[in-house]
């Protein structure tokens, strides 16, 4: 999207350590769980060590995670933003931004979810969102996957959803300042359907312990 990445909303090491903190996981069944998701059809030949030689796809994520498959419900914007706050580059997730995207769908708190649905908003980092930024993102949302639409959809949706979302704006930027501050943004967060299908799709998660577990055998 050519936008500045978001600060992230956890750093590597914390996911590590709260996924493994019960000793239940260790970190190298998340390194063998990332190798046989990126390594295709030569995962499991593959061994720990390669696994930072390895880029995931977008698609392979969604195809071996089915807990992500919501968010692509949301509209390709809506992904690339995801996985982009998530640290990873253009479609490929490296190891490291795997460790914080599985964290985020099976750990993470309600002020984390909070904090990386408003980075997807926040395009540029500055910590606020502009009401450019605002209305691109909700758009999108609320369009969704449109691959389907009748051919005069983008004109009359756009039209609809600028008048929609400028009036959200002009609701919930209580300071006049031209722009939604987390504060702001999460009192219209709690109100806005669009955005509340985004925390639902985040929040839809999997037992790590049973994946893992699944992995191990058929390993």
């Not at 190298?28 to 059809?41: E, F, Q, R, T, V």
């Not at 499991?44 to 498959?69: T, Y």
């Not at 914080?100 to 997807?120: D, G, H, P, W």
């Not at 500055?126 to 051919?151: C, H, L, N, Q, V």
């Amino acid at each position: 999207m050519g936008s500045k990445p978001c600060k992230p909303v956890v750093s590597y090491d914390k996911a590590i350590e709260a996924i493994c903190r019960s000793g239940e996981i260790k970190v190298s069944d998340l390194k063998k769980l990332y190798i046989a998701a990126a390594g295709g059809n030569e995962g499991n030949n593959l061994k720990i060590g390669q696994e930072n030689s390895l880029k995931l796809s977008r698609i392979a994520f969604k195809e071996k995670f089915a807990f992500v498959a919501p968010f692509f419900d949301l509209g390709e914007k809506a992904v690339e933003r995801l996985f982009n706050v998530l640290g990873a580059e253009d479609s490929w997730i490296d190891y490291e931004s795997f460790v914080c995207a599985i964290y985020m769908f099976t750990r993470s708190t309600k002020v984390e979810k909070q904090r990386l649905l408003f980075n997807m908003f926040d395009f540029n980092g500055s910590g606020s969102i502009k009401k450019k930024e605002f209305r691109d993102m909700t758009m999108a949302i609320i369009k969704g996957d449109s691959t389907y639409a009748p051919a005069d959809f983008e004109t009359d949706f756009k039209a609809l959803s600028k008048l929609m979302t400028d009036s959200a704006m002009a609701m919930y930027d209580t300071n006049r300042d031209g722009k939604l501050s987390f504060q702001e943004w999460l009192r219209y967060s709690e109100t806005d359907k669009n955005v509340q299908s985004c925390f639902k799709a985040l929040s839809k998660g999997c037992d790590l312990n049973q994946l893992i577990s699944n992995y191990k055998v058929n390993k």
